[in-house]
């Protein structure tokens, strides 16, 4: 079905006013339904039919299993056509009250939300005090959004939120809160705080709209409320949000010194954006933001973080005497006192070290055939020039899949998992062309691309994130 057309009449509806909305297609005649989904709490409460006639969803529709009278929910139509689900209206009619819209440019992939008030009821009598008071989230209350935009890997650590209310009580006030994480809660939630415009940060601010910085990483809540002329709660909203954990790369001395000692100093630019682009491909399933200082990506670390909620990595060179029990490692993750005790998603602010340096041959964390087939492409003397692209290739993802498996440490802890290609299988699990994206057979490679090196799945490490750094459409 192609949109042509989208007509809502009366075209600015008013509070409590019975709306048409016809959407205008190509699809042929006949039956067609429909159903209407609200969020969580209300996963479906509606459904119905239409029909098609000459091009336009037409008749009226049957609302079922409406949600109780007050309750108020962003309601998105979706109409099934010849067994293709759109998400765009048919002709709306029946025992509920439209008190806003909001839509898009058609036939883009935008979904129409209108917000309804089943029967008229929920507000007040002009006896009783008048229409009660409705808060509305605005275009910017996205799961992206409410996400820091993951998506668009905004690594400001800023986003900005909107509420309109209905019906505001002459002397009210819109004021947002950060509440207190629940009692009993094991595992500390996310926090935020707004940003006033006098420039300093507060858990309270007020208005229609607000600033907000991430601070501790995780699902976080504000409040919203609607507060009369005598200061009392007349309506309230919870909003959840997700902040990122921010994560900052850095690399060393010791780190040009490995990639002199394997012919590979004039590549470091290629190593390390390879390694950037393997490392956020991995982790794009995560809402972590990669902060990489090194002059050539220009990110800037955002100011109002604070220290402890921000973990720390950095690409070295040779593993250090004594350290990890003298084991020759990738990669090892620490607590903020070098400790492997307190990693995970209860502390943020832990310490990564890559080791590049240890060689093929010294590995003793990963499997013997993988060993070998690393050790060959780097440190193959009087390589071609193919053969030295081939060898940053490998180096980049080694350092990339490193740094994403000791980041996935830091948000779920110490443990593994078992399932195939997931990015915290143990490091004997391996396979060369999962840590590196490049195919091996007969003595010749091949680089597939760094789409089937490991990251997180289903049923292994990706349940875990997505409990505690959830991405959309995981988070809603």
């Not at 492409?377 to 030295?388: A, D, I, M, Q, Y």
């Not at 990339?400 to 143990?426: Q, Y």
């Amino acid at each position: 079905m192609t949109v042509t057309r989208l007509e809502v009449s009366p075209e600015n509806p008013k509070a409590n006013e019975k709306v048409t909305i016809t959407a205008v297609t190509t699809a042929p005649a006949g039956s067609c339904s429909f159903s209407v989904s609200g969020d969580r709490r209300d996963p479906a409460f509606g459904n119905g039919s239409f029909e098609m006639k000459d091009g336009v969803i037409a008749s009226s529709t049957h609302m079922q299993t409406l949600p109780p009278p007050g309750h108020f929910v962003p309601v998105p139509f979706q109409a099934t056509i010849n067994g293709d689900t759109y998400t765009h209206p048919g002709l709306l009619e029946g025992e509920m009250r439209i008190i806003d819209v909001t839509h898009g440019e058609f036939p883009n992939h935008n979904t129409l939300s209108v917000l309804l008030l089943w029967g008229g009821q929920g507000g007040g009598s002009e006896e009783e005090g008048g229409e009660r008071p409705f808060i509305i989230p605005g275009p910017d209350m996205t799961p992206e959004n409410r996400a820091f935009n993951p998506k668009a890997s905004d690594k400001s650590g800023r986003i900005r939120l909107s509420v309109k209310v209905l019906n505001l009580p002459d002397g009210g006030r819109i004021r947002w809160s950060v509440p207190p994480p629940p009692q009993g809660m094991v595992l500390h939630p996310g926090t935020v705080t707004f940003s006033l415009e006098n420039g300093a940060t507060s858990k309270v601010a007020e208005g229609e709209i607000v600033n907000i910085l991430a601070r501790q990483p995780g699902v976080a809540e504000v409040d919203v409320e609607v507060r009369d002329a005598e200061d009392a709660t007349v309506e309230s909203q919870k909003f959840l949000l997700c902040v990122p954990q921010f994560v900052t790369v850095n690399d060393t001395v010791d780190f040009l010194i490995v990639l002199e000692r394997f012919g590979l100093a004039d590549f470091q630019i290629e190593i390390l954006l390879e390694a950037q682009q393997t490392c956020e491909h991995i982790l794009s399933d995560a809402n972590v933001r990669l902060l990489w200082l090194m002059p050539l990506f220009g990110n800037d670390l955002p100011k109002h973080l604070p220290v402890e909620f921000l973990t720390k990595a950095e690409i070295a060179g040779d593993q250090p005497a004594g350290m990890a029990d003298n084991k020759h490692l990738l990669g090892k993750t620490f607590d903020r006192d070098m400790l492997f005790a307190d990693i995970g998603p209860v502390d943020a602010d832990e310490l990564i070290f890559i080791f590049p340096g240890t060689s093929g041959s010294e590995f003793t964390d990963i499997d013997d055939g993988v060993r070998a087939l690393i050790e060959s492409v780097l440190s193959k003397p009087g390589r071609s020039t193919e053969e030295s692209t081939l060898a940053s290739t490998v180096m980049g993802r080694l350092i990339g899949s490193s740094l994403a498996h000791e980041i996935g440490h830091a948000l779920v802890g110490r443990g593994h998992t078992s399932v195939a290609t997931d990015i915290m299988l143990p490091g004997k699990s391996w396979t060369f062309e999962n840590m590196t994206g490049v195919k091996a057979a007969d003595g010749a490679f091949a680089d597939i691309g760094r789409q089937i090196i490991n990251r997180p799945r289903a049923g292994g490490s990706l349940d875990l994130i997505q409990s505690f750094f959830p991405v959309p459409p995981d988070f809603q």
